[in-house]
Each structure stands twice: as C-alpha cells, then as structure tokens.
C-alpha cells in the first residue's frame, strides 16, 4: 500500500505508520511506500526505525510518475486531518486502486464507501488497521472497487466537469454582485463591467 503527500504533520503519515505497526503485531504482512518529502521526513523516519518498519516501511521521496506509483500499489491511503478536495485520492481512484481515507470533507465528497473506495468514520490508527485488514483479507474485491473508482471519478472529477462547476460557480456570483465602480468609470464602455469582465 502507499501514500503521497508533503511530509508534515496534518497529513496523517503517523498514523498509517502506526496501522503497519499494529498490522504486523496481528501477524498481517504488508509494506507501505510513502511518496514525497518534507521537512518532518527524518523524524518519520526515526519513528519507523524505533518501531523496527524499516522492512514495512519505505520512504520512496518524490517520484515524477505519479501514475505508475499508484499503479504499483494494492491499497492507497490518504489519512490527513483536513483535506477540501484529496487530488491524490483523485489520481489512484483513475489508477483504479482501492483508496482509504480519514473523514475530510473532500474524501467524504469523493468516496461512496464500499463501492468506491473505504470511507473512515474517524481518524483513529486502530480503526485504519482494522480497514487494511478487512481488505487485505479479500483482494478479490480489488478489481470491481477499482474499477468503479475510476468510473467515478471520470463522471464526477473529469476536466470538463470541474471547469463547467467552476465557471458556473464564478457566473453565480458575479450575477449576485454589484457592477465594479471606480473613479473614472463613469463612461463607455467601463460603466456596465463587472468582475466577470476582469476575469
């Protein structure tokens, strides 16, 4: 399994760290590749050495091909404290991987749980471990989840869908705002502008 992500606390890194350790006292075996760097890497990396995970635990830094990173994996967790929109679940969604992730609001947004991917209810690294497990323990599942994670994605998060949401959201408010008025624009063709012009 893997996750990507600025090494900094917030991200939730410790606590996958601490789901592989508890995964390994339950005599499960797996590995977690983590992509990225950051300026908590070396303390991250002092934890997984404490615990003995140097074997569980591989710290790949930044990769240039997100996509064949993501391919590589069974598992992609995402276990931030807040995150608005998770791009990187996004991306191993159209990967077709399983994705697992923390309560967000974006994850929440993103994932129909048990279909798509596997929603959290919190942010506990018991409850992380004991998702792992369940679906460690049935990879058959892996295919038709990654397959409607993918599906899902292109019908909700596609470019098209995101820049149509967008405009429709900037139109939104420009139509509930006053035109721009500034000295000097008392004349054509400055007096009907509006933000909208200015975009």
Known sequence: MGTS??????????????????LRSRGIGCRLAIAGDGPDRAEMETRVDRLGLRHEVLFVGFQSDMPAFYSALDLFALCSGTES?????????????IVVATPTAGALRQIDHGRTGWQLRGFDATE???????LIACPERFAAMGEAARE??????SIDQTLERTLRALRGATARRAPLRWPGMNVPPFVTMTAEDLA
């Open 5 to 22: 992500g600025r090494l900094v606390g917030g991200k939730g890194i410790e606590s996958l760290i601490a789901a592989v350790d508890l």
């Open 85 to 97: 929109f998770g791009l990187v679940l996004a991306e191993a969604m159209a990967c077709e991987r």
């Open 128 to 134: 992380l471990a004991d998702a792992l497990q369940a």
């Open 152 to 157: 899902a994605v292109g019908r909700h998060f």
